[in-house]
């Protein structure tokens, strides 16, 4: 009785063998990631959580301001000049000095009068017999400015600035607090630069 021989065992794989063969499936692997629409998906999620991660970061720690700096606000016009709009006549330096008064003399309840700094290029509103709550306004063609008297008689309103040649107007509106004594209404009159100043 005759016997077959035992086959002949197949030697294990050489080590370029299994490395190819690993190459091969990790480039199937890569292949089969670079196509899956799910692994997009995620990929692309993956990068805005870090992009947004970023901007919120740089909200946070104040560099937004640095990357995009704001722009400058503009810079303060000096007195005399347009900025002498809305100041004070006493607290800018020299626009009092040479200040000049017009005043209307007849039916004049509350003594209301203008001031006019040629050196400063303003005018003001004053009264001087007025009530606590009495308003005192000035207006020109490019601004306007008002006050109300908190104790004694006298208030002043902020400058308007105007030019070599101008027209303002000024008024004396009284209270309409029970409490006040005077009967007078509502005050005003117009000057210009060619008024009787002195």
Request: charged fraction near 20%; proline fraction near 9%.
């Amino acid at each position: 009785m005759s016997s077959e021989p035992d086959p002949t065992p197949t030697p294990p794989p050489g080590w370029f063998s299994r490395l190819r063969s690993g190459a091969a499936r990790r480039i199937g692997r890569g292949w089969r990631f670079a196509w899956h629409p799910a692994s997009h998906a995620t990929a692309t999620l993956s990068i805005l959580t870090v992009v947004l991660g970023s901007f919120t970061t740089a909200l946070a720690t104040g560099l937004w301001g640095e990357i995009f700096p704001p722009d400058s606000p503009p810079a303060a016009q000096p007195c005399p000049g347009k900025g002498c709009e809305g100041k004070s006549p006493k607290e800018t330096g020299g626009c009092t000095a040479d200040a000049v008064t017009y005043q209307r003399e007849e039916n004049n309840p509350a003594t209301l009068h203008f001031r006019y700094s040629r050196r400063c290029g303003a005018v003001w509103a004053r009264i001087t017999t007025g009530e606590v709550g009495d308003e005192v306004n000035v207006s020109s063609a490019d601004g306007a400015q008002s006050a109300v008297v908190e104790s004694d008689h006298d208030q002043f309103t902020p400058m308007v600035v105007v030019g070599k040649t101008f027209e303002v107007r000024a008024c004396a509106v009284p209270t309409l607090a029970q409490s006040r004594k005077g009967t007078w209404k509502k005050y005003c009159f117009t000057a210009t630069d060619e008024a009787p100043w002195s």
